[in-house]
């Protein structure tokens, strides 16, 4: 079983959608997650974190963590074009430091 | 001012030869990482040094050697390319205490 698993994509969503990207990872003591969005030809840069249970908002992109389910998804609320990108969730198990498990990533595309 | 930067930013060798990748942060960060990106962008750790102490070392061909001859900078050498080594690798850096890491915008290596 993968570490992390990302719903394979590709994505398309028309522009104003609401894009809904998921991810599931296998280590219950995972204690972080993060979401990372790659342009092509570009390097990961971090969009969220978040380490509680629940939802946390940051403007049109909000994570939500559920630990029990041991499931990390990202809403992007009024998808842009320029949102078109891959996506990479990443968790850190917590066991040594820095040690981030990434997925293989969604693509998405927002279509005008 | 750019805070991660890596040298060169594309490098095409042939087989057999031994070549190097440099990497430095002007963030005051503690924490360097080296990951290797496929051709299915998959983002995988390599090595990570904490005050240019090895902190995690994956399994990867004792080709690959690092080092950190500061906080600051962390290279890699790579011994006897093969045609597998092809990849984009990613230099990143992180405060300890601070999860966020900060990604350089790639070495893309092209292996003939």
């Known amino acids: 079983q993968k570490e992390v698993e990302q719903n394979s994509g590709p994505l398309s969503v028309p522009e104003g959608a609401i894009a809904s990207l998921n991810c599931t990872y296998s280590?219950?003591?995972?204690?972080?997650f993060f979401w990372y969005r790659q342009y092509s030809g570009k390097s990961p840069e971090l969009i969220m974190f978040?380490?509680?249970?629940g939802d946390k908002e940051d403007g049109r992109f909000t994570a939500q963590l559920n630990k029990a389910s041991q499931y990390v998804s990202l809403l992007i609320r009024d998808s842009q074009p320029s949102d078109s990108a891959t996506y990479l969730c990443?968790?850190?198990?917590?066991?040594?430091?820095?040690?981030?498990?990434f997925g293989r990533g969604t693509q998405l595309t927002v279509w005008p | 001012d750019t805070a991660v930067s890596q040298t060169p930013k594309y490098l095409v060798t042939q087989m057999g030869n031994d070549k190097s990748i440099k990497c430095e942060q002007n963030?005051?960060?503690?924490?360097m990482y080296w990951y290797k990106q496929d051709s299915k962008k998959f983002l995988k750790i390599m090595f990570s040094?904490?005050?240019?102490?090895?902190?995690i070392n994956e399994t990867v061909p004792n080709r690959f050697s690092p080092k950190s001859p500061d906080k600051a900078h962390l290279n890699l050498h790579i011994n006897s390319l093969e045609l597998g080594d092809s990849a984009v690798y990613f230099c990143?850096?992180?405060?300890?205490?601070?999860?966020?890491?900060?990604f350089g915008p790639g070495t893309r290596l092209l292996v003939l």
């Open positions: 990143a850096s992180s405060l300890t205490g601070e999860e966020t890491q900060y």
């Open positions: 280590d219950r003591g995972s204690q972080s």
């Open positions: 978040i380490y509680s249970n």
């Open positions: 990443a968790v850190n198990r917590g066991s040594t430091l820095g040690r981030l498990y």
């Open positions: 963030l005051g960060h503690d924490t």
């Open positions: 040094y904490n005050n240019k102490e090895l902190i």
